[in-house]
């Protein structure tokens, strides 16, 4: 139990499927629902920045949807990394995908691009 | 097999060896010792016990293989119906967002899967090359596509890359054919 404890308040957790929608969208809210942008805008960076404030590591569990396209990951993590710098983000989150583990890669790449472009 | 087809089989070849038998003792070329040594003995009795041996093995080991081939060329079938469902999408131009990322998102699973349960099996090196060249080309492909944003819930995609995605796929079809192929013609 005591062991249990100290992981819950150690680490944030968001699950995708869970926390915002198994059917996440496109990049921009003008392309309809559950978009990256609203994502990042209503979860993301709000547990991000909670997560560092508590010194903790933000878990983001990308399992359970059906699927994901190309341009929400984009946006959500692009967005994540200029705001906070990209080697601040790879840091200090951690991603879990038993479905789709070659995701994990792609979004390192999209977060390491807000490096390149800024 | 009826009893009765194994009923008649049992009186045909009782009947072939009676008529061997008769033929090879009128036969002038042959002589038929009525004795038989015991280094004859051993050698029979050995001779059929590895017959045996041997045949029970190689059967066995050609139904183990044929079911780690059943069990992946069953994943790749699963795999090649995904294509055709995307084929058809493409083909018809309108790419629903969401039964599209759906498809994607299966597809490259069951190829990961098949691609991991081709270690547990001998297959050989290029068989395994394929299946990742498939995987490889399937989400470049989810990429593309799925970076384009939606209009009403459709991908619109442009139609000169509708055709080359289209003629990506289909080489990953065909791809997918040839691998089943070889899995099915391999031997160990």
Same mark, same amino acid.
């Given at each position: 139990?005591?062991?249990?404890?100290?992981?819950?308040?150690?680490? /944030?957790?968001?699950?995708?499927?869970? @926390?915002?929608?198994?059917?996440?969208?496109?990049?921009?809210?003008? $392309?309809?629902?559950?978009?990256?942008?609203?994502?990042?805008?209503?979860?993301?960076?709000?547990?991000?920045? +909670?997560?560092?404030?508590?010194? +903790?590591?933000?878990?983001?569990?990308?399992?359970?949807?059906?699927?994901?396209?190309?341009?929400?990951?984009?946006?959500?993590?692009?967005?994540?990394? !200029?705001? *906070?710098?990209?080697?601040?983000?790879?840091?200090?989150?951690?991603?879990?995908? !038993?479905?789709?583990?070659?995701?994990? @890669?792609?979004?390192?790449?999209?977060?390491?691009?807000?490096?390149? /472009?800024? | 097999?009826?009893?009765?087809?194994?009923?008649?089989?049992?009186? *045909?070849?009782?009947?072939?060896?009676?008529?061997?038998?008769?033929?090879?003792?009128?036969?002038?070329?042959?002589?038929?010792?009525?004795?038989?040594?015991?280094?004859?003995? *051993?050698?029979?009795?050995?001779?059929?016990?590895?017959?045996?041996?041997?045949?029970?093995?190689?059967?066995?080991?050609?139904?183990?293989? &044929?079911?780690?081939?059943?069990?992946?060329? @069953? $994943?790749?079938?699963?795999?090649?119906?995904?294509?055709? &469902?995307?084929? =058809?999408?493409?083909?018809?131009?309108?790419?629903?967002?969401?039964?599209?990322?759906?498809?994607?998102?299966? !597809?490259?699973?069951?190829?990961?899967?098949?691609?991991?349960?081709?270690? *547990?099996?001998?297959?050989?090196?290029?068989?395994?090359?394929?299946?990742?060249?498939?995987?490889?080309?399937?989400?470049?492909?989810?990429?593309?596509?799925?970076?384009?944003?939606?209009?009403?819930?459709?991908?619109?995609?442009?139609?000169?890359?509708? =055709?080359?995605?289209?003629?990506?796929? &289909?080489?990953?079809?065909?791809?997918?054919?040839?691998?089943?192929?070889?899995?099915?013609?391999?031997?160990?």
């Amino acid at each position: 139990m005591g062991i249990k404890y100290k992981l819950h308040i150690m680490e /944030q957790f968001v699950k995708i499927s869970k @926390d915002f929608s198994p059917t996440p969208g496109a990049r921009y809210k003008t $392309d309809g629902k559950f978009s990256g942008e609203e994502f990042y805008n209503n979860i993301l960076k709000d547990k991000f920045r +909670n997560s560092i404030d508590q010194g +903790n590591i933000l878990i983001i569990d990308l399992d359970g949807t059906y699927g994901f396209a190309t341009s929400f990951l984009s946006e959500a993590f692009y967005r994540l990394a !200029t705001d *906070f710098g990209p080697d601040n983000v790879w840091a200090n989150i951690k991603l879990i995908s !038993t479905e789709e583990p070659y995701l994990i @890669d792609e979004i390192k790449e999209y977060i390491y691009d807000a490096q390149v /472009q800024s | 097999m009826p009893k009765f087809k194994v009923k008649w089989a049992h009186v *045909f070849l009782i009947s072939l060896g009676v008529l061997i038998g008769v033929i090879a003792c009128n036969w002038t070329y042959f002589e038929l010792e009525r004795k038989i040594t015991v280094s004859d003995l *051993f050698t029979t009795v050995i001779g059929g016990y590895i017959g045996l041996y041997v045949g029970s093995k190689l059967t066995s080991k050609v139904s183990s293989d &044929r079911i780690q081939k059943d069990l992946v060329i @069953d $994943d790749l079938k699963i795999i090649k119906n995904n294509l055709s &469902r995307l084929i =058809t999408l493409f083909e018809s131009g309108i790419l629903p967002f969401e039964e599209t990322i759906s498809i994607f998102k299966i !597809t490259s699973q069951s190829l990961a899967l098949t691609h991991e349960m081709l270690d *547990f099996c001998k297959y050989n090196p290029d068989i395994k090359a394929s299946v990742i060249a498939i995987l490889s080309k399937v989400r470049a492909i989810h990429n593309e596509v799925t970076n384009v944003n939606p209009i009403n819930g459709i991908i619109s995609v442009p139609v000169v890359d509708l =055709t080359r995605l289209l003629g990506e796929l &289909r080489v990953a079809q065909q791809n997918l054919f040839k691998a089943i192929i070889t899995i099915n013609n391999v031997e160990f």
